[in-house]
């Protein structure tokens, strides 16, 4: 049936019951055998289809009368508005795309739910891409491109001439736990480096003086900014090198890596760093029942993110935990109002926040009766961008 045809009849007619009308029209949608459209629920509501259309529009001016018989009749009739049809009309799928290495730390589920939560409550939906690692993402866009997606939250490291390109094709983009200096671009972080002098700190200050790092994937940047953090804080206070290994993010690189370090110091270092948890859960498990290793008394264990593994009763693992559902909420309000404003090279937002030490039962700690009065919790003061 034709919109204006629709439209003559219901000002000349008197709007029928709803319920009466619904029920005489799904047998005809029956015997025809096909899907209830927006057109149906205009009929058996007695308004017009752009009237149904608007009911189904976030922000649109309806009547309440209107939006009621409308939602009503769209529940007898069991009807599901097309969201590839109003995507046509809107010129937006409502789908954010988003990209995670598959080798990254297991807090990502987490921010996978947190994100789904938050752009669901702004009607949109996600969309997820995995990279088997950091620098697979090359073939990743070149799909993400093809799912006319609004936006996209990249938690894996895109080079300059990724960002070039979603300049150009004016999509717009957050970096998740990601930075480029090379380019502007929106950014939700927290401020790993600062996490690596945080936990040096704090284990120098307990007497620590010889350390080891068990670091993460090569082309992981949280793992570099960690690492990083960690060894200029040991350098400041004077204290000797550590000796890094390199490890895969995962449990066997965590007794692998404390295997090499003993080997390469010749004896059982002070204190461990891991890049993840789950890779000093692997060192920790190595050393208490394989090396038969006394854990704190002999060897502190430190890791990083607070999965939840590393709270079990039988791990208590010291770490540093991520505020993941400010982030998350972070970046979907950063992503949509870049949508929503349709302007995707705004001036850059770069938000970063603070980790939570975890002093968990792995490491010696001297306890600290001092806070910084005036701080955000979990916030961190932005850094410049050089």
């Not at 866009?141 to 390109?165: K, N, R, T």
């Not at 000093?280 to 593994?309: K, N, T, W, Y």
Request: hydrophobic letters at 45%; proline letters at 6%; one cysteine or more.
């Amino acid at each position: 049936m034709r919109a204006s045809h629709l439209n003559n009849e219901t000002m000349t007619k008197p709007k029928p019951c709803v319920e009466a009308a619904a029920l005489a029209h799904k047998a005809v949608i029956a015997r025809e055998a096909r899907r209830v459209t927006s057109y149906d629920v205009a009929l058996v509501a007695g308004v017009s289809q752009s009237a149904v259309s608007r009911c189904f529009q976030a922000g649109a001016s309806v009547s309440e009368t209107t939006l009621a018989r409308v939602m009503k009749a769209a529940g007898l009739l069991d009807y599901i508005p097309n969201a590839a049809a109003r995507s046509l009309i809107t010129r937006r799928s409502n789908i954010v795309a988003v990209l995670i290495a598959s080798q990254a730390n297991l807090h990502y589920p987490e921010l996978l739910g947190e994100l789904s939560q938050q752009m669901g409550a702004r009607g949109k939906r996600v969309l997820l891409f995995m990279l088997p690692r950091e620098t697979d993402v090359e073939r990743v866009l070149s799909e993400v491109w093809q799912y006319q997606v609004d936006g996209v939250i990249a938690a894996a490291h895109l080079s300059s001439g990724h960002i070039a390109e979603f300049e150009r094709r004016q999509m717009p983009l957050v970096l998740f736990n990601r930075t480029v200096r090379e380019r502007p671009v929106h950014t939700v972080t927290c401020d790993h480096r600062e996490a690596g002098r945080m936990l040096v700190s704090r284990l120098a200050a307990a007497g620590h003086r010889r350390f080891g790092i068990i670091a993460g994937l090569e082309d992981s940047t949280v793992a570099n900014e960690r690492r990083r953090g960690a060894c200029e804080r040991l350098a400041e206070l004077g204290l000797p090198p550590p000796v890094v290994v390199p490890g895969q993010s995962d449990y066997p690189s965590g007794a692998a890596g404390l295997r090499a370090i003993i080997s390469a110091m010749g004896a059982v270092p002070d204190a461990i760093i891991c890049g993840s948890d789950v890779m000093a859960i692997g060192c920790l498990d190595c050393a208490r029942h394989e090396l038969g290793i006394d854990v704190p008394r002999q060897l502190s264990v430190a890791g990083f993110d607070a999965v939840e593994p590393s709270n079990w009763l039988s791990y208590n693992l010291t770490t540093l935990r991520q505020p993941m559902p400010r982030m998350a909420q972070a970046a979907a309000e950063l992503l949509c109002a870049v949508i929503d404003n349709n302007h995707p090279a705004a001036t850059p937002d770069r938000r970063v926040f603070s980790a939570q030490f975890i002093e968990g039962a792995t490491a010696r700690l001297e306890p600290v009766f001092s806070t910084i009065t005036g701080a955000t919790p979990g916030l961190a003061a932005p850094v410049a961008i050089m």
